[in-house]
């Protein structure tokens, strides 16, 4: 039996209850993502205000060394702008975009898949564990180097040289996570008659997330700059190419927007992708918040 608020009147509560369930289930849906919008969008301005103490130190800076060394923030941003009247930011921004992304998601998908297979094999941790400490001893401007020797200045080399530079650490956050897994947990599950798949998601998926989305955050971080320096060393456009172009006529206002519109790209990567969707998968830890709600 479905019992109506006292707030709300005769009429409202009748035409509530006729509504369909999936409309019902899809209001209800709706309501809590606005209000999970709104609240994600509101704990957004703590970083805002670190980002403009950023920038008043870059200011700070700008006053003491001049414009030749460092341009005002308010001089690269027009600057930045002014790039959107052209063509080569678009070209530019979805080269460098694609190429990250794609070094991104194969780096963090192999990284993901080979770690969790050594958190849970002693003998696999045992064998991988070195060949991933040799690759990440190797710098990344030596994987270009490689890279480009291999496939020639094409865009595979970026992506290859952000692969090989950021793989190590999406399997060190996935190893790190699968080896430290509650297995008494995981054995009281079992005793219940829980199934692998089951297990798996219920108990070890939330503690291995709580490893990997840091470690993707970084990997999501080391793509990009890796991607530009990539590009920047084989002259295979994208921003990259744009820095060399604008370092050879020493314009550094224009220096300084292209690298502004790099830190752009990683802060929505990191924000406006991998952070919403930690907070999704991760609602359990508003419930152990003060202000959270018991679930």
Known sequence: ???????????????????????????????????????????????LAGLFCLAAGWQAGHEFYGSFI????????????????????????????????????????????????????FAAMRIMRPIVTVILGVPPIAWIVLALIWFGSGGGSAVLTVVLASFPISFAGALEGAATRDRALDAMARSFGASLPTRFRTVTLPHLLSYLFPAWTTTA?????????????????????QLA????????????????LVVAFALITEYGMLNPLREMTERWRSAGLPWGVKR
């Open 245 to 260: 172009t604008a370092r050879a006529l020493f314009d550094i206002p224009l220096v300084t927007a292209w690298i502004l």
């Open 1 to 47: 039996m479905t019992v109506s608020s006292p707030f709300e009147g005769p009429r409202v509560g009748e035409a509530r209850r006729a509504m369909p369930a999936w409309l019902r289930a899809g209001a209800r849906a709706c309501v809590a993502a606005t209000v999970w919008l709104g609240r994600y969008v509101w704990a957004g301005w703590v970083g």
């Open 221 to 241: 971080g080391n793509a990009w700059k890796v991607t530009v320096m990539a590009e920047l060393l084989s002259n295979t456009g994208g921003i990259g190419g």
């Open 70 to 121: 460092l341009p005002a923030p308010l001089e690269t941003v027009t600057v930045l702008f002014g790039l959107f009247e052209g063509p080569e930011l678009a070209q530019a921004a979805s080269e460098t975009a694609w190429r990250s992304l794609g070094g991104f998601l194969l780096a963090a998908g192999l990284g993901t898949l080979a770690g969790s297979v050594a958190g849970y094999s």
